[in-house]
């Protein structure tokens, strides 16, 4: 399997989760909702073996450190339409006592996703700093803001735009 498919598989799974609240919610599949809900946690474990696989894969990569961060950036820029929308169904369904339940799911949904590009972070941070890019501490204060909400993106586009103004001449 190509190491690209990884990328894709970890940066369409937020809409994939998308595609089957919108099919539920329109009644779609209705007959089939509980297997397009599990379908869910089936295509999660499958992203979150890409994730490993990237996260493992980027120590013994031929890509450079400034390559894997922009892979890194690329994701979490892909992921934030997706963000907002789902985002936007949890704000609507807590309008009810009878949805708010679906706030719930989505918010760990929210955070599984944060979990699959966090590896894909961290993986592009220990690379860059097993090539001496970082400090050790620099390195843990990034890899740490890759599992947070909101910051893991200015973290890693601020990341990657470091990287980019040190390799100028």
């Known amino acids: 399997m190509p190491k690209n498919i990884n990328y894709l598989i970890i940066a369409m799974f937020p809409y994939y989760i998308l595609l089957v609240f919108f099919c539920l919610l329109r009644g779609y599949f209705v007959d089939q909702g509980l297997w397009l809900l599990a379908s869910i946690g089936v295509l999660y474990c ?7 696989t990237v996260f493992m894969a980027s120590f013994n990569s031929k890509n450079d450190g400034k390559a894997l ?22 704000l609507i369904s807590t309008i009810t006592i009878f949805t708010i339940g679906l706030s719930v799911i989505i918010f760990t949904l929210d955070v599984l996703i944060i979990i699959l590009s966090g590896f894909v972070g961290t993986g592009a941070i220990l690379k860059c700093l097993k090539e001496k890019r970082f400090t050790k501490k620099e390195a843990i204060r990034y890899i740490m803001s890759q599992f ?3 910051l893991d993106v200015f973290s890693a586009i601020t990341i990657y735009r470091n990287e980019q103004k040190e390799a100028l001449p």
């Open 69 to 90: 961060l922009y892979v890194n950036m690329i994701i979490k820029l892909i992921h934030i339409p997706a963000f907002m929308m789902l985002f936007l169904l949890g």
């Open 148 to 150: 947070i909400f909101c």
């Open 46 to 52: 499958i992203a979150l073996i890409c994730a490993v």
